[in-house]
């Protein structure tokens, strides 16, 4: 079992719709969360933290945390063409020092 | 302000050949992280340094691998004898601290230099 895991995608979105993207880990302990947007041939971006229970919002985006089920998500409001792109979820795992385990991203495809 | 540099943004070598990947973290930020990404792969963890010392170096892939940041600012991954399996995307992050309050702990990720290795 991989300590962070992603469904692969592509997960396919109406422009418009919303769109949700879903992380499982497996350290229970773990207690900082992030999601990247990594467009093609870039570098990720950081677009949201999350440390605590529950629902983090920064304008479209909501981040949230559910530490007991160990699984945290994002969800994209009115999604726009320009929302395609690979998302990473990212966990500062509890054993593993300082680093971020990444999962594999999943990738969004939003259609006009 | 500035965000992460890293150079050269794109490197071609012949396999037996040493590489040198720099990165220039964001001004005032203590940690500095490389990772390695392989193509539709997220980033794996490589090294990490506080300031100039190197406190974890379990991701490096084997001795061939070597990285430094002898003034606790910019740091060099360097590569030796390159083999084709170290053709990736070599990513720099930098964050203010390690410790204190939460949003200290964002890693922010520099351009990326692709290294092949043919």
């Known amino acids: 079992q991989k300590e962070v895991e992603q469904n692969s995608g592509p997960l396919s979105v109406p422009e418009g719709a919303i769109a949700s993207l879903n992380c499982t880990y497996s350290?229970?302990?773990?207690?900082?969360f992030f999601w990247y947007r990594q467009y093609s041939g870039k570098s990720p971006e950081l677009i949201m933290s999350i440390y605590s229970n529950g629902d983090k919002e920064d304008g479209r985006f909501t981040a949230q945390l559910n530490k007991a089920s160990q699984y945290v998500s994002l969800l994209i409001r009115d999604s726009q063409p320009s929302d395609s792109a690979t998302y990473l979820c990212a966990v500062k795992l509890r054993d593993a020092g300082n680093m971020l385990t990444f999962g594999g991203g999943t990738r969004l495809m939003v259609k006009p | 302000g500035a965000g992460v540099s890293q150079s050269p943004r794109y490197k071609v070598a012949k396999r037996g050949q040493d590489v040198a990947l720099r990165c220039d973290p964001i001004s005032g930020h203590v940690s500095l992280f490389w990772y390695q990404q392989a193509l539709g792969q997220g980033p794996e963890f490589l090294t990490y340094f506080q300031n100039e010392a190197q406190l974890d170096k379990s991701g490096l892939p084997s001795d061939r691998f070597f990285a430094e940041r002898p003034e606790g600012s910019v740091s060099t991954l360097k590569i030796q004898r390159t083999q084709q399996e170290d053709s990736a995307v070599y990513l720099c992050a930098s964050s203010f601290t390690i410790s204190g309050g939460n949003r200290y702990n964002e890693q922010f990720f520099g351009p990326g230099t692709r290294l092949t290795v043919l």
């Open positions: 350290d229970r302990g773990s207690q900082s």
